[in-house]
């Protein structure tokens, strides 16, 4: 059963537009979450991540939010430009020691 | 400083070879972890290791094996390929602590066919 769940493989955005990409989670015991960036034939990167202590947290156009209640965190990026076309991860910690179970992923297109 | 490498980028292999994936990083980090990704699958961790001479098994280590010798170095060992390994690995490594373990490093990736 997926813990972490990315359920909309695409999405297409106009640049300068907001992009918004959703992730829900089933396991309540999860305390901390991330957002992982991946370019075709690269591995992914780091870009934000959110501690459940916080529904908020912003690092320049990124901002990921997080609703406990409803098990859900989304990733909005204003504004939108086309070098953000990418597949972007959700992630979470099974453990303390590193393990990180993925989403399946949505593919961000930004079209000029 | 070259960050965490992979070796090597493509291969193909026939049913029942074997093979070993080399990873190697330059940041002193403690963890490392084998990844494979598979279309509409997301990345699923194989083994990973919290230090020098440690192992452990992830999510799907069936049909796998891994040494951790060298601190900087993180071995997957694929004994009798089947066609189902078949995927995209991933190696990533990462400093050891609560939450900064998760904040990964991620190589470029092996491209492995097996036919």
């Known amino acids: 059963d997926q813990q972490v769940k990315q359920n909309s493989p695409s999405l297409s955005v106009q640049e300068g537009r907001i992009s918004i990409l959703n992730c829900d989670y089933t396991?309540?015991?999860?305390?901390?979450f991330l957002w992982y960036k991946k370019y075709p034939a690269e591995g992914p990167t780091f870009l934000i991540s959110?501690?459940?202590?916080?529904d908020k947290n912003e690092d320049g156009r990124f901002t990921v939010f997080l609703n406990k209640s409803a098990k859900h965190l989304s990733l909005h990026i204003v504004p939108s430009q086309p070098g953000d076309s990418a597949v972007y991860f959700c992630?979470?910690?099974?453990?303390?020691?590193?393990?990180?179970?993925f989403g399946k992923g949505t593919k961000l297109s930004v079209k000029p | 400083n070259a960050g965490v490498t992979q070796t090597p980028k493509f291969r193909v292999l026939k049913t029942g070879q074997s093979m070993t994936l080399l990873c190697a990083q330059d940041m002193n980090h403690e963890y490392m972890y084998w990844y494979r990704q598979d279309p509409g699958m997301g990345l699923r961790l194989i083994h990973y290791?919290?230090?020098?001479?440690?192992?452990a098994k992830g999510e799907v280590p069936d049909g796998y094996n891994v040494s951790r010798l060298k601190k900087q170095n993180f071995l997957l060992g694929l004994e009798s390929a089947a066609p189902s390994q078949t995927s995209v690995y991933f190696c990533a490594s990462s400093y050891s602590g609560l939450n900064l373990a998760y904040e990964q490093y991620f190589g470029p990736g092996t491209r492995l066919t097996v036919t």
């Open positions: 396991n309540s015991m999860f305390d901390y």
């Open positions: 959110i501690s459940s202590i916080k």
């Open positions: 290791s919290v230090g020098e001479g440690t192992t």
């Open positions: 992630a979470a910690p099974n453990g303390s020691q590193g393990n990180l179970i």
